[in-house]
């Protein structure tokens, strides 16, 4: 093999330049070329990259998003639009592709895939919904992030006695804020997966105002509602002054913690190993802290990855 390629694609997150730095230098210790496509599966179309060399990757490690750029390429979707990608990559002599992304953008490569090209899928996701991996890049990160900005409403919120409803991300997804809910100590989640009682919650909320609760903090998850309505709600029911915050894409960026760093570079490192091994079409990934692979069709037809119930019973016992 001479050269091989990686692109971001979807949502970007922290910890993806990591895992580019470290294909990188792995390539090229192998004395193999990395290009790098700018802005995913549209750069691929495009035919727009980079060369690789290891001080272009120098310098990112620490930086949040992707220095590739990403995007959602509609073209990709189609049939000719994978056909042209396919042209391009062969044309470029590219022996081998990683897709970093989401599980729109591990579609992708499985089409790749199924096309006969060698591609490698790394899981990276704030949202935690891929299936085949505990974690995904990017989730610690956006969880520190959500953590900072719930401890300092914290204050605000005991100082001023109010009922602080936090928007977090996840369209589909609760795992941010059931695990938020968990780790900044709040008093409910709303989760898209979890059906909602808005008379019960008040109910409950209630009966801490009266043994002497003076504020609360409810995480929800984007997907689960309208948190105006259920912070107006909690207001009528229960007397509480009510504040909503949206933390929208703050908690998308930021310098990658530790474990974002280390997942990114072992992930990145392990894709050209794999690639040069000769092994293909799978998704690296994460289980009890060891690196896996799991073939791309089987981690896109299990779909959505469940939360966990234990973490659910978790986040409700200690919210009361
Ligand atoms: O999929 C990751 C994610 O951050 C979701 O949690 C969120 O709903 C979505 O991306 C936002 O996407 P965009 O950046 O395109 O608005």
């Given at each position: 093999m001479?050269?091989?390629?990686?692109?971001?694609?979807?949502?970007?997150?922290?910890?993806?330049?990591?895992?580019?730095?470290?294909?990188?230098?792995?390539?090229?210790?192998?004395?193999?070329?990395?290009?790098g496509?700018?802005?995913?599966?549209?750069?691929?179309?495009?035919?727009?990259y980079?060369?690789?060399?290891?001080?272009s990757v120098?310098?990112?490690?620490?930086?949040?998003?992707?220095f590739?750029?990403?995007?959602?390429?509609?073209?990709?979707?189609?049939?000719?639009?994978?056909?042209?990608?396919?042209?391009?990559?062969?044309?470029?002599?590219v022996?081998?592709?990683?897709?970093?992304?989401?599980?729109?953008?591990l579609?992708?490569?499985?089409?790749?895939?199924?096309?006969?090209?060698?591609?490698?899928?790394?899981p990276?996701?704030i949202?935690?919904?891929?299936?085949?991996?505990?974690?995904?890049?990017?989730?610690d990160?956006?969880?520190?992030?959500?953590?900072?900005?719930?401890?300092?409403?914290?204050?605000?919120?005991s100082?001023?006695?109010?009922?602080?409803?936090?928007?977090?991300?996840?369209?589909?997804?609760?795992?941010?804020?059931?695990?938020?809910?968990i780790?900044?100590?709040?008093?409910?989640?709303?989760?898209?997966?979890?059906?909602?009682?808005?008379?019960?919650?008040?109910?409950?909320?209630h009966?801490?105002?009266?043994?002497?609760?003076?504020?609360?903090?409810?995480?929800?998850?984007?997907?689960?509602?309208?948190?105006?309505?259920?912070?107006?709600?909690?207001?009528?029911?229960v007397?509480f002054?009510?504040?909503?915050?949206?933390?929208?894409?703050?908690?998308?960026?930021?310098?990658?913690?530790?474990?974002?760093?280390?997942?990114?570079?072992?992930?990145?490192?392990?894709?050209?190993?794999?690639?040069?091994?000769?092994?293909?079409?799978?998704?690296?990934?994460?289980?009890?802290?060891?690196l896996?692979?799991?073939?791309?069709?089987?981690?896109?037809?299990g779909?959505?990855?469940?939360?966990?119930?234990?973490?659910?019973?978790?986040?409700?016992?200690l919210?009361?």
């Amino acid at each position: 093999m001479k050269r091989l390629a990686i692109l971001t694609s979807g949502g970007d997150c922290s910890g993806m330049n990591a895992a580019i730095r470290a294909a990188a230098r792995t390539a090229i210790a192998n004395d193999v070329e990395m290009i790098g496509y700018k802005k995913g599966y549209a750069g691929l179309l495009k035919n727009d990259y980079v060369i690789l060399n290891s001080q272009s990757v120098s310098g990112i490690l620490q930086r949040g998003g992707t220095f590739l750029q990403s995007a959602r390429s509609t073209e990709f979707r189609t049939e000719e639009g994978r056909q042209k990608a396919l042209d391009n990559l062969i044309r470029e002599k590219v022996a081998g592709l990683i897709v970093i992304g989401g599980d729109g953008s591990l579609t992708g490569a499985l089409a790749l895939d199924k096309l006969d090209f060698p591609v490698i899928g790394i899981p990276a996701s704030i949202d935690n919904d891929i299936a085949c991996t505990d974690m995904a890049l990017g989730v610690d990160t956006a969880l520190n992030n959500i953590l900072y900005a719930v401890d300092c409403i914290k204050d605000t919120a005991s100082s001023h006695d109010r009922a602080f409803i936090v928007e977090v991300m996840g369209r589909n997804s609760g795992y941010l804020a059931s695990t938020a809910a968990i780790a900044t100590g709040a008093e409910f989640a709303i989760l898209p997966e979890v059906e909602f009682d808005l008379v019960d919650m008040c109910h409950q909320l209630h009966r801490r105002y009266e043994e002497g609760r003076t504020n609360a903090i409810i995480i929800m998850a984007e997907g689960a509602g309208h948190a105006q309505d259920i912070a107006d709600g909690i207001k009528n029911a229960v007397g509480f002054e009510t504040r909503v915050t949206v933390l929208g894409h703050y908690q998308r960026g930021g310098a990658p913690t530790v474990f974002d760093r280390l997942l990114g570079s072992r992930f990145g490192m392990k894709s050209v190993e794999l690639l040069l091994s000769g092994t293909t079409g799978v998704m690296v990934g994460l289980s009890a802290n060891s690196l896996t692979t799991t073939p791309l069709e089987t981690v896109i037809n299990g779909g959505q990855k469940k939360l966990n119930d234990d973490l659910l019973h978790m986040a409700e016992i200690l919210g009361i």
